[in-house]
């Protein structure tokens, strides 16, 4: 297969997708300061619902009824070749693959002719107490496992995160915004009022380490003298 394919690995490290109303975080996790990566102070650690690895089947053949041919036959056996009991799923960001729904569309690769790609996850609950690393292994043996057909090739991406429903941690994430700016309060004390803004944002998340996720939002607050605030108020 031409190097050109190498160029499906690369991934945005900063990358979250909607999946069938979960949340999957592609980014690898780092640990820095909250002003160096734009991160408000407040935040809920949540550990993830599944460990998931991102996978890409290429095929070059040149017929392109042939070419989806072996594409679709290497996804139903991904399927098929499943472990019983392993928990093991494979899903887009539309839908969960299966023995009989397996045909996800192609996208024919940029600046390369008669060649065409897809991509999908391959996922496996994550529970509490669960050793991440040896899941990850498990996924990737999986997928080294997997038969391919024709000229197909599968890559395999970084391992990522997923987390069922994010937006249901909304009100958490609310109620510790406002226990952080009532210790603010209480610091500044009677002379200075806190306004507080973008509490009706949509929810952001982002990975924190090899099983967890953080979830926030992009709030701000400012602290005025009790004068000041009643000018801002009356300006409004």
Do not use: H
Not at 80 to 99: D, H, Q, W, Y
Request: glycine share 4%; aromatic share 8%.
């Amino acid at each position: 297969m031409p190097k050109y394919i190498i160029l499906l690995l690369l991934l945005v490290l900063c990358r979250t997708a909607y999946a069938q109303d979960e949340a999957i975080v592609l980014s690898p996790f780092e640990i820095s300061s909250s002003k160096a990566n734009g991160k408000p102070p407040v935040v809920l650690k949540r550990q993830a619902d599944y460990l998931l690895l991102e996978l890409t089947l290429a095929n070059d053949t040149r017929e392109e009824e042939k070419r989806r041919d072996e594409v679709y036959e290497t996804l139903r056996g991904m399927v098929t070749s499943i472990p019983a009991g392993s928990k093991v799923e494979l899903f887009t960001e539309e839908f969960t693959l299966t023995s009989t729904r397996f045909q996800i569309p192609l996208a024919d690769i940029e600046k390369k002719r008669d060649a065409s790609s897809v991509t999908l996850y391959a996922k496996v609950p994550l529970a509490v107490g669960d050793d991440a690393g040896v899941l990850s292994d498990k996924l990737r043996a999986f997928v080294r496992s997997v038969k391919v057909q024709g000229r197909t090739e599968v890559f395999t991406g970084d391992i990522g995160l997923s987390i069922k429903n994010p937006e249901k941690y909304r009100y958490e994430v609310i109620q510790a915004i406002a226990a952080d700016v009532k210790k603010l309060r209480d610091a500044f004390g009677d002379s200075f009022e806190i306004t507080v803004e973008g509490l009706d944002g949509r929810l952001q998340w982002r990975r924190s380490s090899i099983s967890e996720v953080e979830l926030f939002l992009p709030f701000k607050y400012e602290v005025f003298p009790v004068k000041m605030a009643q000018v801002q108020s009356t300006k409004n």
